[in-house]
């Protein structure tokens, strides 16, 4: 029992706020018409196409970081491949506009790859308006988090087996048959669902790249019927659907998962055998430059902004560290809710896995945990504001509701980064930790922690990015008073001041740079990835 | 807590001749009633406005005005910052009646006829000669503090013969780009679809098609807008025509123009309004006589680059600006009872 | 000094059914034998609690031990492989023992230390598991269970990896402690010789039942049981090995 009750608790919480948002949303208008929203031919439209974007954004992202992820844990000592993971960090914390204008500049119309084609003589390309230009975007945004995410399932590999592999001749093709594409088969339906669903929820992007229109997706439709009609019937019905494919879209991609076991070894981590031929090197140089490239050049186009803005007059305004700091106090706040709600949500799911042998709770725990990313953040927001108004002065609650919902739309981050960590030891350490009597805290703090400290790093850093970044709560819940980094952006930029505005987007990415370092330096130790 | 309290209630205990206890019972009770009152008494009113975010931003006319009314009035202003316009509306619909809101400021006017129907507006009690704007005003809910054309805004440097009208935008060359903003999403979007339904009618549709051509790409919101247009991606982008004034003042940039139509430019008024159930109207009004009165205008030209409602001095900038030959606007009830079926119409011309 | 009695307990695994009855008194060792899938490692997590029996009784000292969680039941149990936490060092992991907080007093890391120095690795209190050998790390896991002063101690294959002369010390090592400390033990093993070198009494376990428990020599000795032959094949594990 004592097992559950963090997780039972988290749970309560989270259903407490969404639930509340969406009780409270619907207490406040009509009754709910499903069936109208098929009839509907325009909505018809964007629920297919959010569909087929969101699966070919996943599927060009995942395919495109296996092989980054692959040459990455092949190559694992080169000069400066801690760094690049840390950057790989960035591109999905960045405010959306920011990342846009950073795409814009480098493979835009007038971008730099035209510029350098028009160099060249060569005819400019025009791919970044339209779908194509939507499917860059999310790989953009994507591909760095699934190379991250994919990469821990390398390091699991016991030391043993690649001795055997060694002894048994295997290349480097057979390794990836035998060994590697089972493992990845185990973690790649998690790390897909959390793509999908991010790129299923795109909104700004999909707006602005997608060229007219034709490219919108559901959330568009939430919004306009939110902020424009005023019609919460039709948005909470539009979130539900949401939700609902969203679920079974992560059921089915579960369903093709396969658990492998492992076990774990004791020795010191060995090296693959096939690490010597000059053609996988070149491969494996390859791939890393590639992603390198694609993700850095957008970042540097930020960079350059950001010192092209004069950069001195912005950066002595006292008002711009002000907001530095109370983004630095957001995402600190938002990290840790995140982490607690989440590890409760993980012991909860170890308990219901090991001890109760109800693996199918379990599974349906981490579904609905992971869901929460498709709650649109607009309705969740304006729920928020309806449940809490009946209780109490939202305007006073300020900075701390806006790191509540950041921690809420964090915490699946956490379920899928921390949760695989901490699978692993559950399946090693289970028996001891039982006989000995290690239960709860104690387990937590000294088992499970130290094994999942990378793990955790990971998580913390990018829910506390994310939630420096963020401009949907601060949007919903910001005052004058309580100016975030993002928040004072988007106010520059609404105030034509776009040089000073490429500043502060500097800074910003300069900050979530840094809150990367430090919480994956601290927290995860050793800076593996 | 002044003196006078303090001794009284010391002569007072005294007199009962009370216990120790009691005495520093009864002046515990009479410290925290005098606290009370006495705090009262010196707090000045507090006028509550919420408007929209960037209104009260650094460089937005938020401050200012806050310091000149504070002075004026012995009371005490609070901004209360939402999104934008349509966040505004919305917020005041959530908080019903409830609202701490005394002042609404920042709708416009394609979203008035739905505020005055949420019932939660007071008449302002002005009279519409307060303001100049190129049409009668009568509203009796709202009083307008600024108003802007929208325009087609190019990049000279890049556009040697922009269009002279709307028909020359919609049909001229589609390698010449333009970046406009969604009408679901962005106030201008929604701008741009009224303007081509004002000159075009029932051929709006048609109309869209051709132009569809042109388009780059259309944006969530301005900023995203702008922002593209400045970094160059297209020549043209939709905004306003004092957009360039702030590049022409601020940044002694003169490459950015407004394109100026024939048929006229569909106009933006702000507007504001007092909330029904606010506690302190006498307040409000003298906020919104306050607002049409210079003291408030003189702020809006450099800060919020809009156009004032009555006549102040303009910066110079301004004189370089486009000057619209026709203001078009739909009355608020037209453009509030057909906007979803003429977004619909959008939506189906710019889809195929 | 515990006397362990377990009463028909049944259980099913798969397809075979088990079901034990046996008695250990106070002090003895016990050797259980018999070939793979038997039922040998079932046997000892019905006894600690990791598996549920499906019915009967399993009792130390008369006191029924149903219900009661494994870290709550007087035993400690060593298993085949992950004994030990592989981020902690030694000194830690036998601490786990007395405290699962391993909040230690100065006198509970004197024990550790003790405890360490009677199974022969008095310097190896910083080591971590990976630097240790699997003789090593047996023993670290032995020193562990000696600080719990449980009165029952459960081995499942203890001395599987190591070689024979490590095998008879480390068997050696069980025998004088279980001697010193008044431990009952129970160990499982594939080769009759430990059972021999070691063992009071020895069990053979087949197909999920004991069918024949008695004085290891006895037992050895004893050519009436074909499954005992079966296993143990002609040559028996004699006196002078």
């Known amino acids: 029992m004592a097992g559950l009750w963090p997780g039972a608790a988290a749970l309560a919480a989270l259903l407490l706020l969404i639930g509340g948002a969406f009780v409270a949303l619907l207490s406040s208008t009509g009754e709910l018409d499903p069936a109208g929203l098929l009839a509907d031919r325009y909505l018809r439209h964007v629920v297919l196409f959010t569909l087929g974007q969101a699966g070919a954004s996943t599927l060009l992202s995942v395919a495109a970081a296996l092989p980054v992820a692959r040459a990455l844990a092949r190559r694992s000592a080169f000069p400066g491949r801690t760094m690049l993971l840390r950057l790989f960090g960035l591109p999905l914390v960045m405010p959306t506009l920011v990342a846009i204008l950073g795409l814009a500049t480098v493979f835009g119309e007038t971008g730099w790859l035209n510029r350098l084609g028009q160099a060249a003589a060569m005819q400019p390309l025009h791919f970044l308006y339209g779908l194509s230009g939507i499917l860059i975007a999310h790989v953009f945004f994507n591909l760095p988090l699934a190379v991250r995410l994919l990469l821990p399932a390398w390091q699991s590999v016991p030391t043993e087996t690649w001795r055997l592999a060694a002894q048994l001749g295997m290349r480097s093709r057979h390794l990836f048959r035998v060994i590697e594409w089972p493992l990845l088969r185990q973690v790649l339906p998690g790390i897909a669902g959390v793509i999908f669903m991010l790129c299923f929820t795109s909104f700004a992007v999909v707006l602005t790249l997608g060229g007219g229109p034709r490219a919108a997706t559901l959330e568009v439709a939430i919004y306009q019927a939110l902020r424009l009609d005023f019609d919460i019937a039709r948005a909470v019905e539009l979130s539900l659907m949401q939700v609902a494919l969203c679920g079974l879209v992560l059921v089915l991609l579960r369903a093709w998962r396969r658990e492998v076991p492992l076990s774990a070894s004791f020795d010191r981590p060995a090296a693959r055998p096939d690490l010597g031929p000059w053609l996988g090197r070149a491969g494996d140089g ?3 430059l590639g992603a390198a490239v694609f993700i850095g050049l957008p970042l540097a186009a930020v960079v350059s902004a950001a010192v092209a803005g004069s950069p001195g007059t912005v950066l002595i305004e006292e008002r711009l560290w002000r907001a530095a700091l109370r983004s630095i106090a957001v995402a600190g706040g938002a990290a840790a809710v995140a982490m607690a709600l989440g590890i409760g949500i993980l012991s909860a799911q170890r308990e219901l896995r090991a001890r109760r042998g109800r693996p199918r709770a379990a599974a349906m725990l981490e579904v609905s945990g992971s869901l929460i990313m498709v709650v649109p953040p607009l309705v969740l927001g304006v729920g928020l504001f309806v449940l809490l108004s009946r209780v109490a002065d939202v305007l006073a609650l300020g900075l701390g509701l806006v790191v509540a919902v950041n921690a809420v739309m964090g915490l699946p981050y956490v379920l899928r980064i921390v949760g695989p960590s901490m699978e692993r030891t559950v399946g090693r350490y289970e028996r001891l930790c039982l006989g000995l009597g290690i239960r709860g805290w104690n387990r937590l703090r000294l088992v499970e ?6 793990a955790v790093g990971l998580a913390a850093a990018l829910v506390a990015a994310l939630a420096a970044g963020d401009l949907g709560a601060i949007a919903l819940f910001g005052t004058e008073d309580n100016e975030t980094l993002a928040l004072l952006l988007y106010r520059l930029i609404a105030a034509y001041r776009m040089e000073a505005a490429a500043v502060v987007a500097g800074v910003l990415l300069a900050l979530s740079l840094g809150l990367f370092v430090v919480i994956e330096r601290g927290v995860g130790r050793r800076g593996q990835a | 807590m002044g003196p006078i309290f303090q001794s009284g209630t010391e002569s007072a ?44 931003s650094e460089w937005g006319p938020g401050p200012a005005i806050k310091a000149d009314f504070e002075k004026e009035c012995a009371c005490r202003l609070d901004f209360v910052a939402v999104e934008d316009g349509v966040a505004l509306l919305n917020r005041l619909r959530l908080e019903g009646s409830t609202s701490k809101a005394d002042i609404i400021l920042g709708l416009d006017t394609s979203l008035t006829a739905e505020a005055a129907a949420t019932g939660l507006f007071a008449p302002h009690g002005l009279p519409g000669s307060s303001v100049k704007l190129p049409m009668t005003w009568a509203d009796p809910l709202f009083m307008p503090f600024d108003f802007g054309y929208f325009a087609v805004v190019y990049d000279s440097t890049k556009v040697s013969h922009p269009p002279r009208s709307l028909k020359e935008l919609v049909e001229g060359d589609p390698a010449e780009k333009i970046l406009i903003e969604d009408p679901r999403t962005s106030t201008p979007g929604l701008g741009l679809l009224l303007w081509v339904r004002q000159v075009y009618g029932d051929g709006a549709a048609d109309a869209w098609r051709k132009l569809k051509g042109r388009v780059l790409t259309v944006t969530k919101g301005w900023s995203e807008a702008y922002g593209l247009f400045t970094k160059g991606e297209a020549p043209m982008v939709l905004s306003y025509t004092t957009s360039p004034a702030y590049h022409i003042a601020v940044e002694n940039e003169t490459r950015y123009a407004a394109a100026g139509f024939s048929e006229g430019h569909y ?12 506690r302190q109207p006498e307040l409000a009004r003298r906020f919104l006589a306050f607002m049409v009165s210079p003291a408030f205008q003189q702020h809006i030209p450099t800060t919020n680059w809009m156009y004032p409602v009555i006549g102040v001095a303009l910066p110079e900038a301004f004189g370089q600006l486009v000057q619209p030959s026709k203001p078009l606007l739909f009355a608020p009830e037209t453009a509030a009872a057909n906007r979803k079926s003429w977004v619909e119409e959008w939506l189906d011309a710019m889809s195929r | 000094m515990a006397k362990l009695e377990l009463e028909a307990v049944a259980f099913r695994y798969e397809d075979m059914a088990m079901s034990f009855t046996l008695a250990v008194e106070a002090g003895e060792c016990l050797a ?17 609690g990791f598996e549920k029996p499906l019915s009967g009784r399993v009792s130390i000292d008369g006191r029924n031990l149903a219900g009661l969680a494994p870290a709550e039941r007087p035993i400690t149990m060593l298993f085949q492989e992950h004994n030990l936490f592989a981020h902690l060092d030694a000194a830690a992991n036998v601490g786990l023992g007395i405290d699962p907080g391993l909040r230690l007093t100065a006198s509970d890391r004197e024990r550790v230390g003790l405890a360490l120095a009677q199974v022969g690795l008095a310097e190896f209190e910083k080591r971590l598991p990976s630097q240790l050998s699997g003789g090593q790390r047996q023993r670290v896991a032995l020193a562990r269970s000696l600080v719990r002063r449980r009165p029952l101690l459960l081995l499942d294959e203890p001395v599987a990896a190591l070689g024979p002369a490590q095998r008879r010390d480390m068997l050696a090592l069980v025998n004088r402690l279980r001697v010193a400390e ?19 009494r020895t069990a053979f376990v087949h197909d999920g039942r004991i069918l024949r428990i008695d004085e290891t020599r006895r037992l050895f000795a004893d050519r009436s049981l074909p499954e005992l032959n079966d296993y143990l094949g002609s040559a028996r594990p004699r006196d002078d090995n």
Do not use: C
């Not at chain 2, 707090?43 to 009260?56: A, C, K, M, R």
């Not at chain 3, 008044?182 to 499982?188: A, K």
């Open chain 1, 286 to 288: 390859a791939a890393i």
């Open chain 1, 449 to 454: 922690w130290p094994a999942s400290r990378p």
């Open chain 2, 13 to 56: 205990a005294a007199q009962h001749g009370g216990g120790y206890a009691l005495r520093y019972i009864t002046l515990a009770a009479l410290a925290f009633l005098g606290a009370m009152t006495g705090a009262a008494s010196a707090e000045p009113p507090v006028l509550t406005v919420y408007t929209y975010d960037s209104f009260v």
């Open chain 2, 267 to 278: 106009m933006q008024i702000e507007v504001a309004g007092m909330t029904a159930s606010s």
């Open chain 3, 32 to 48: 259980i034998i018999g070939p793979s899938g038997g039922g040998k490692t079932t046997l000892l997590n019905l006894i600690a």
């Open chain 3, 182 to 200: 008044g431990l009952t033990t129970l160990f499982v093993s594939h080769q009759p010789d430990d059972a021999w070198q070691a063992a009071t």
